[in-house]
């Protein structure tokens, strides 16, 4: 792992093909990055699935409520956590390939636990969702990530960690 910047602020999802190291922005939304590790340090996200793959678009996770392995995962992108919803955290950074972006509903501050991986540039999402992270490895297992919304067989977040912990 000597290729880990910061390891506090470095997530690592275990998928089917291998490990995506995720570089969280604390800087530019630094309550979206305090919740991700809150929830990745309570084992939340392991055995999330992927709910809405959408090709050349994202992958959306993170529904930590109905989202899991075994659970009713027919619901899964209709819930969160049982915290409370984030404020909304825009910038300037882009919606490019490997963001990571804070999944909401029409409400601005709905996000709360859901968030997607951006398959390619989608700038028509900037100033819109919050961007608090980017992949700097792994982004070929991502692309990999069975599509649908939701997906016949969904993939899942075998395992989440904070780098610093692992």
Known sequence: MADIKD???????????????????????????????????????????????????????????????????ARAGTGGSEKPDLKAEFSGVPHDRGTLGAARSASPDSANSQFFINFGDNHFLNRQYTVYGRV??????????ARGEPPANPDKMISVKVAADA
């Open 7 to 73: 390891p506090e602020n470095t997530i690592i999802i275990e998928l089917k093909d291998g490990p995506v190291h995720i570089e969280l922005l604390p800087d530019v939304a630094p309550g979206h990055c305090e919740r991700m590790k809150e929830l990745v340090r309570e084992g939340a996200y392991d055995g999330v699935v992927f709910h809405r793959v959408i090709d050349g678009f994202m992958a959306q996770t993170g529904d930590v409520e109905h989202g899991k392995e075994g659970g009713n995962t």
């Open 136 to 145: 700097t490895q792994g982004m070929d297992h991502v692309d990999k990530i």
